[in-house]
């Protein structure tokens, strides 16, 4: 298998990287690849050009800010898998990200990358969800900081206009009760579904087009969630009301 | 890029995945490909010490930064890596098809964890799929290579291992 066609661009700075996007027609942003690539390596993705950030220095922090934690562009999962940081004041933060793939994957894979990939199944999106998070997004027009609950718009789907590039994603602190658990066939493999529990509040994943929130007392509530070979919509409202227990029972 | 200590030029073309150029370009034809969107794990490589999917990465990204492959582990008539020593020792493999992604794998994993627990091994070759279902040998091999590994000191252990990449 061989991507298809496309021009590539490897800026060196933020600025470069967002006069790239502002500019050209139908790009897309290379961070860690673990999405991405595989979608070029299926043909299911044909961008007219990928604009690579993985050389731009200086994009990888991880920090305190606001009293949560901060995440930039190029920090990869494996980074805030180890960072004493975040398992101190987002520990949610830590215990979501070991579900994300495989170690391996992780190891290139950036948080930022999941948060903009958008994928309905996936941990990332339903943690900032259930943490009141927000992500930044910078372009040649300025800094615009998006709220978690605005930025999933759909399967896929996010804010973030075509100019844009996400610079950092901040999660709150999580210091009360918090769990995320989820069901899949396979180690590694996407949740059929799952839920994250920050306090009180409650995130689903695997159940809708985006990540919802949801009442502790009744998540299943209006969800009307897709089958597929691996699950029928029923199992995923029956795994939904069960997990939900599970996080709340503790 | 260097590939197992020795400078190779660069790739021009940006289409070529990184694992295509170990094989093609380089010659490199340890590194096997299996399913080419991340699910086997045949294809791990380390990347500046670490264990990263050669196929989901571009050849071009590769410019300026360490590859070690699993020819690179042992030269020709030298004793083997304590790694693959203990998969022969073990019979961690039957086929040999995942073998190499799976030793590559465990290097990255013994340079995390030296010692590991079983849940450790467990997480650390959940990325890699063996359809010969050698699992268990396999297991008993990564805990016999971090033996091995201790005894003695390998060249790739620890190297650049955490650091920016």
């Given at each position: ?95 979501a ?16 990358g ?48 075509p ?40 995130a ?7 990540p ?11 969800l ?27 | 890029?260097?590939v ?11 289409r070529?995945l ?46 300026g930064h ?6 690179g ?8 890596h ?84």
């Amino acid at each position: 298998m061989k991507p298809p066609p496309f021009e590539y661009h490897s800026p060196s700075t933020v600025e470069e990287a967002c006069a790239l996007l502002g500019s050209l027609e139908d790009a897309k942003v290379l961070a860690g690849g673990q999405s991405l690539v595989p979608l070029l390596n299926f043909r299911l993705a044909r961008p007219s050009h990928l604009v690579d950030i993985n050389r731009i220095p200086g994009l990888d922090a991880i920090y305190e800010r606001d009293g949560g934690v901060a995440v930039q562009a190029l920090a990869r999962q494996a980074g805030v898998e180890d960072s004493e940081l975040v398992a101190r004041v987002c520990p949610l933060l830590t215990a979501a990200v070991r579900l994300v793939a495989h170690r391996v994957i992780r190891n290139r894979g950036t948080v930022c990358g999941s948060l903009a990939h958008a994928d309905p199944a996936s941990e990332l999106p339903a943690v900032l969800l259930a943490l009141g998070g927000h992500v930044i997004a910078r372009s040649a027009r300025g800094d615009r900081v998006i709220e978690a609950g605005t930025f999933f718009r759909g399967v896929f789907e996010t804010a973030l206009e075509p100019d844009e590039l996400l610079v950092e994603a901040w999660f709150s602190a999580s210091p009360g009760p918090f769990a995320i658990l989820e069901e899949s066939r396979r180690h590694g493999d996407f949740a059929l579904a799952g839920v994250v529990r920050a306090a009180d509040r409650l995130a689903l994943f695997g159940v809708a087009p985006t990540p919802v929130l949801a009442d502790p007392a009744d998540p299943a509530r209006g969800l009307r969630p897709s089958g597929d070979l691996e699950a029928t919509p029923e199992f995923r409202l029956h795994l939904v009301r069960t997990l939900t227990d599970r996080a709340f029972a503790a | 890029m260097k590939v197992n200590g020795f400078v190779h030029p660069a790739q021009r073309d940006p289409r070529r995945l990184l694992s295509d150029h170990l094989r093609h370009d380089l010659g490199l034809t340890g590194t096997h490909v299996g399913c080419e969107h991340g699910v086997c794990g045949c294809c791990t490589v380390l990347f500046d010490g670490a264990p990263v999917r050669s196929c989901l990465m571009l050849a071009v990204q590769a410019e300026g930064h360490e590859v070690s492959t699993v020819e690179g582990l042992a030269v020709l008539g030298a004793p083997l890596h304590p790694v693959q020593q203990a998969f022969h020792e073990c019979h961690g493999l039957q086929c040999g098809f995942c073998t190499p992604g799976f030793v590559m794998s465990v290097v990255g994993l013994l340079a995390q964890h030296p010692n590991p627990t079983r849940e450790q091994i467990e997480e650390g070759i959940s990325g890699n799929l063996c359809r010969c279902t050698g699992y268990a040998s396999i297991r008993r091999a990564v805990q016999r290579a971090s033996e091995l590994s201790q005894q003695t000191p390998s060249p790739l252990r620890g190297e650049g291992w955490g650091k920016g990449r």
